[in-house]
């Protein structure tokens, strides 16, 4: 099989892998009620409705256009259709953020929230870097080696060898013409 295959239930083609097997959950759940459900008995088939609109058992357009097909057949059989609940969507079909007031609202509210934490953490950069630069500079000035430093370290350690050696050998020529 297709992954594209993969991705097709009852009619509908998913982004994901895991949308389509949640889609193949939901249209085993459809046959489900319909194999084990009584459509004779409407105040039954109301109750299953309104719970599984309550436990949210259904997530996908196969599950929720079977539930309007329960919506229809309850309507066909008398029952008022105040009393039937709507199939809540939570969840948008649209990018138009300007057209959506209480979106815009939202994000209005929270702008000073962001400007402060910004301002803070620009704040905080700011020390750690100066404290960065101060760590350099004790680093260069120690009088310990250590990595920035290694090589002046060890090039003044080797000429102060050099100078005690020809130190020590013009004192034994000196000695030596002496006697």
Known sequence: MDDKDDLIV??????????????????????NLEDNLDYRKPNSVL???????????FQTPIGFSYLIKMQEHLKRCGIEPESIKPVPLNMTFT????ANRSIRRSIAAR??????????????????IL???AMFFISL??????????????VNEYSQWEQE???RERMVREAENGY
């Open 131 to 133: 404290m960065i630069i």
């Open 10 to 31: 009852g009619g509908y083609r998913f982004a994901t892998l895991a949308d389509a097997e949640t889609a193949r959950q939901d249209s085993k759940r459809v046959k």
């Open 111 to 128: 702008q000073p929230e962001y400007k402060g934490r910004f301002t803070a953490s620009v704040c905080i950069n700011i020390i750690l």
């Open 165 to 167: 050696l020809t130190e």
């Open 95 to 98: 990018n138009k953020t300007e």
């Open 47 to 57: 109750q299953i409705y309104h719970k599984a609109l309550d436990t949210k058992i």
């Open 141 to 154: 000035n120690s009088e310990r080696p250590n990595i920035i430093n290694y090589r002046r370290a060890i």
